[in-house]
């Protein structure tokens, strides 16, 4: 049965509100941030900040957890940007036309991300986020930190004196004030300072405003409408590619942030809820005019640190940010970007794992090389591909480093050989398997026994049996102690020679039949 305190109301329905409203202040300023990423309206990212918060707040798997447009996401669309946009201007479009084709392509992805994603939850694969080792991670958030920083830079083209003081100063009161007080997000105050200096003064720099005009805006909801692109077999095949690794990049992230509230909050979340909520929420978004996104785990620490526990604080930082786009657009046209930018940048910094750097020398070469590796496939191609590229590594390492299979022989008194193994026998130890032998001056009767080894795979099962073939052409006999029942049942050549001990293993070979 539900427990609505657990869920719904963290430890106080006063925590969970406070904490709310402040996330919805920081949600503002970096899905704008993320929109230009995208290269698509402001408006686009904060009303995915909305609709993805809102229906994880719901159904998500981790109560308090906080979704939204995200850079891990938006990077992912800055390619599909661009080939939409060449399309559309090849057709004619432009203007206002053309931006609003581009979100039809970005809007169609959503959805079919969404069901990717719908679909993994559904199939229960949450669970497979285990096999991502520690070093991909880490590369996988370098990798990530990285990209964030390095789309900001197209927004200094032409910049003064003047962007880059707003934001080093940013940057210096998103460092220094979280030291001094909590009570207020530091992002808020740069924005709050800066905007007044700038608007007071009159100094000239680039505005929110300059780059889209929110008050268009002031007072619309997102409104339902399917993408003019759905049935278009063409743009389905341009935003598929596109799509899955939405898709991948939005799980991969959501559960690891929800494996971090897991271990600040004590309590298990659920990996196969959340991909659902995920793609729930991401198909709303394309339905109603938004851009895709994921968990934040920036935000849901922020949202967790200050006390908001339960499903509550999350879904008062969804209504709460939509208040204040629907009422306060106006204000927002005269933030300047170099805030944004400066956010943006400490964001960068806060996510780069900066230990790495002193376990690298520290940790195997193998790890080393999983992390760089990731981190270098994030920077020059995406994050799902890093991610999944370092599962491959790491268990290329693992077999190899595990492809020994050693063996201890001993001559009984009448005449007879024991090989006595130890190891894994799968399809890496095969060769280091096959070695152990001296088929041509063995005697006339051999024992393999397996008391101390594991038969993993059908390649173990086969090498058995043919090493067992090539004792029988020479006429010797062979006899194989210690193997399951499944292994046996399973040989062609040497199951007839297997004996049946009272100590055999009750493991099954890894193989589906």
């Known amino acids: 049965m539900l427990n609505i305190k ?26 704008i941030a993320f929109s230009f990423i995208a290269q698509v309206s402001p408006i686009v990212g904060l009303y995915a900040a909305f609709i993805l918060g809102l229906i994880t707040a719901l159904m998500g798997g981790k109560p308090g957890m906080i979704s939204g447009a995200t850079g891990a996401v938006a990077i992912v669309l800055v390619g599909l940007s661009i080939a939409a946009k060449d399309i559309l201007i090849a057709q004619g479009l432009s203007g206002d036309e053309l931006s609003f084709g581009i979100v ?15 679909t993994i939850g559904a199939f229960k694969m949450g669970k497979f986020i285990r096999l991502v080792p520690q070093p991909a991670l880490h590369g996988f958030v370098n990798g990530l930190a990285v990209v964030i920083a390095t789309s900001q830079f197209k927004f200094l083209d032409g910049a003064g004196i003047v962007m880059y003081a707003i934001i080093l100063g940013t940057m210096a009161i998103m460092y220094f004030l979280p030291k001094l007080t909590s009570a207020v997000p530091a992002g808020l105050i740069a924005i709050i300072v800066f905007t007044l200096g700038v608007y007071i003064t009159g100094i000239d720099t680039k505005l929110v405003g300059d780059l889209a005009n929110l008050s268009q805006f002031k007072g619309l909801l997102p ?32 559960l690891l942030t929800l494996s971090v509230l897991d ?15 995920q793609g729930t929420g991401n198909i709303t978004c ?56 400066g956010i943006m940048f400490m964001v960068s910094i806060g996510t ?3 230990s790495s750097f002193s376990r ?38 693992f077999a190899w480093k595990h492809a020994k299979v050693v063996a201890k022989t001993n001559i009984e008194e009448d005449g007879t050989k024991i090989y006595n193994f130890d190891g894994p026998l799968f399809f890496g130890s095969v060769t280091a398997f096959n070695d ?31 090493i067992t073939k090539k004792y029988l052409e020479l006429d010797k006999t062979i006899k194989i102690r210690h193997l399951s029942p499944e292994c046996k049942s399973i040989m062609k050549n040497a199951g007839q020679f297997c004996t049946y001990e009272e100590d055999d293993p009750k493991y099954k070979v890894a193989y589906n039949y």
Not at 230 to 249: G, H, M, Q, T
Request: net charge negative; hydrophobic share 55%.
């Open 436 to 466: 152990n032998f001296d088929v041509e001056n063995d005697p006339k009767n051999v024992v393999l026994d397996f008391k101390d080894a594991r038969v993993m795979d059908i390649s173990g099962v086969e090498a058995i049996d043919a």
């Open 263 to 277: 271990e600040i909050s004590g309590k298990r979340g659920s990996a196969n809820q959340e991909c659902i909520a």
């Open 104 to 118: 039809q392509y970005i809007t169609l992805t959503a959805i079919v991300a969404g069901i990717i994603q719908i």
């Open 286 to 341: 394309g339905l109603f005019g938004a851009m895709p996104g994921c968990a934040m785990i920036g935000q849901s620490i922020i949202n967790f640190t200050s006390g908001g526990l339960g499903r509550l604080s999350s879904l008062v930082a969804s209504i709460g940010l939509i208040l204040l786009v629907a009422t306060l657009t106006d204000l927002l046209n005269i933030i300047p970007v170099a805030i944004l930018v």
């Open 223 to 254: 409104s339902f409408h399917i993408p003019d692109t759905i049935l278009s077999l063409d743009a389905l095949k341009l935003i598929l590619p596109y799509a899955i690794i939405v898709a991948l990049v939005g799980v991969i992230e959501s």
């Open 6 to 31: 657990d869920t719904f109301i963290g430890n106080s329905a006063k925590n969970d509100i406070l904490s709310g409203l402040v996330v919805a202040v920081a949600l503002v300023p970096e899905a």
């Open 352 to 354: 780069f794992e900066w």
């Open 360 to 397: 690298i020398t520290k940790m195997p070469k193998s790890d080393a090389f999983v992390l760089l590796t990731v981190t270098g496939i994030t920077i020059v191609a995406d994050l799902a591909i890093a991610v999944i590229s370092g599962v491959i590594i790491s268990a290329l390492v």
